[in-house]
């Protein structure tokens, strides 16, 4: 499913509001329910894709705000940026002000210019920022590690990398945006509804056994529906599943190029010759 009309969460909470009686509304708490409801919903196509374009400075970089989920990492090749990338940047993308970054990676300029950064899988990948062990290990591509605290350690000591990640789409006021799907809505005020009168039965409060028990098997039944509702392929989803699985000629260097072009369909000539992206 493309998601294309997103609501604020907090019109579920407009809603739980007039449902409640007033001596059992805490805003806070049942927008952290709500948060929660929508996390476990989670779905790619609920979450938006963003890049973040940043400096390494000693082997160090930082995180974005709000990720969600890594999905790749680039560092630019020859370690620096002046204004003669710029330009050609804001010339490939058409775009002259201070987000260009935001839509150059699908230029030729990102592509001949920017490499992949491997996730370090050596039980010494933070070894960059210790002064005793520089040599244990010389990596013919550069790799990164991360850490608790939202930190990166790469291997690249000095240069800019770009970063594409996952994250729960906000409006302007800082809300989470949920998809406008009656079963997603229904679903995360089932879950709020549940939590509160989860509390409720644990303070020993009677006759709240059933009610309980109502909101958390609807729960349980929106659920695995609004997933499923989420993960249904549009028609161009498919026709791009199809491009990607129906293959005679495996094409497997497509990380190397970002994955452009993956959704390419397969040409084959009689005389065995087939024409395509090679990577």
Not at 173 to 180: R, S, T
């Amino acid at each position: 499913m493309i998601i294309t009309d997103y609501i604020s969460i907090r019109t579920v909470l407009d809603d739980l509001q007039d449902s409640l009686d007033s001596q059992y509304w805490n805003e806070m708490a049942v927008l952290e329910n709500a948060a929660k409801a929508m996390e476990k919903l989670a779905v790619k196509t609920q979450v938006e894709n963003k890049i973040f374009f940043t400096k390494v400075t000693n082997h160090k970089a930082v995180l974005p705000q709000g990720i969600y989920q890594l999905n790749m990492i680039a560092y630019k090749v020859n370690n620096t940026l002046d204004e003669t990338d710029i330009e050609e940047i804001k010339r490939e993308v058409g775009i002259n002000n201070d987000n260009y970054y935001e839509g150059f990676t699908t230029s030729s300029y990102f592509r001949n210019n920017y490499w992949p950064m491997r996730y370090n899988t050596s039980e010494f990948g933070n070894q960059y920022m210790c002064e005793d062990c520089k040599n244990i290990d010389t990596p013919g591509e550069h790799s990164f590690t991360i850490e608790p605290n939202g930190c990166i350690t790469t291997s690249l000591q000095n240069g800019y990398i770009c970063i594409s990640y996952l994250r729960y789409p906000v409006n302007e006021e800082g809300d989470f945006l949920i998809p406008n799907n009656p079963d997603v809505i229904e679903a995360i005020k089932s879950y709020c509804l549940m939590r509160i009168f989860e509390k409720r039965f644990n303070m020993k409060e009677e006759g709240v056994g059933l009610i309980l028990q109502y909101w958390s098997t609807k729960w349980n039944h929106l659920y695995p529906k609004s997933v499923g509702s989420l993960m249904m392929p549009s028609l161009d989803e498919y026709e791009n599943i199809k491009n990607m699985t129906n293959r005679l000629v495996p094409v497997d260097r497509r990380y190397y190029s970002f994955f452009q072009n993956l959704n390419t369909p397969e040409y084959l000539s009689m005389n065995g010759k087939y024409y395509n992206y090679l990577f």
